[in-house]
Antibody, heavy 119, light 108 residues
Framework: EVQLVESGGGLIQPGGSLRLSCAAS????????MSWVRQAPGKGLEWVSV???????YYADSVKGRFTISRDNSKNTLYLQMNSLRAEDTAVYYC?????????????WGQGTMVTVSS | EIVLTQSPGTLSLSPGERATLSCRAS???????LAWYQQKPGQAPRLLIY???SRATGIPDRFSGSGSGTDFTLTISRLEPEDFAVYYC?????????FGQGTKLEIK
């Protein structure tokens, strides 16, 4: 079965760091473009970052310089390292696959992991 | 940044009726890179339409997408009870990828 499972969320103080993981099954992370998308409580969707199959990475301005997307090919897992966290980073974080078969639309999503930044 | 504006914010309809959701972009979006997603409470988004008009795998044919340039539409021909949810459009042709603010489709 093709699926993504996120983990690593939790309660963290402002200025702290957290690493989210997204374990894939049924397909190879390194062969796909993989994104992180977040959703603040009661709000809409916000794209955060993408890593291309070739390794190039791109970020939303709101997280540039603070977040780092990466992957471990041996573990078939995607990561999001989040540093200097702010209250406005509080959200459910989803990982998603961009599928070339759907012209790059996000066809597979994880269930999400909640990150709460608060003192 | 391409801003996507969805309308209406909330749409109240009854099962069996036709729903028309709009997504307007602040600048032209390549039709190849416009998608629609459905999200139900407590769930991840689900891909409905990609490339402005192609249905994703397993999506019923009552869902259809159309449009080009800056104006795109999602149509649900006959609403089923399970279709009441929030719908988002997304452009993924240029960075940053952006989503519309969503249209909530509620039961009248």
């Amino acid at each position: 079965e093709v699926q993504l499972v996120e983990s690593g969320g939790g309660l963290i103080q402002p200025g702290g760091s957290l690493r989210l993981s997204c374990a894939a099954s049924g397909f190879t992370v390194s062969s796909n473009y993989m994104s992180w998308v977040r959703q603040a409580p009661g709000k809409g969707l916000e794209w955060v970052s993408v890593i291309y199959s070739g390794g190039s990475t791109y970020y939303a301005d709101s997280v540039k310089g603070r977040f780092t997307i990466s992957r471990d090919n041996s573990k078939n897992t995607l990561y999001l390292q989040m540093n200097s966290l702010r209250a406005e980073d509080t959200a459910v974080y989803y990982c998603a696959r961009e599928n070339s078969g759907s012209l790059g639309a996000f066809d597979i999503w994880g269930q999400g992991t909640m990150v709460t930044v608060s003192s | 940044e391409i801003v996507l504006t969805q309308s209406p914010g909330t749409l109240s309809l009854s099962p069996g009726e036709r729903a028309t959701l709009s997504c307007r972009a602040s600048q032209s979006v390549s039709s190849s890179y416009l998608a629609w997603y459905q999200q139900k409470p407590g769930q991840a988004p689900r891909l409905l339409i990609y490339g402005a008009s192609s249905r994703a795998t397993g999506i019923p044919d009552r869902f259809s997408g159309s449009g080009s340039g800056t104006d795109f539409t999602l149509t649900i021909s006959r609403l089923e009870p399970e279709d009441f949810a929030v719908y988002y459009c997304q452009q993924y042709g240029s960075f940053p990828y952006t989503f519309g603010q969503g249209t909530k489709l509620e039961i009248k």
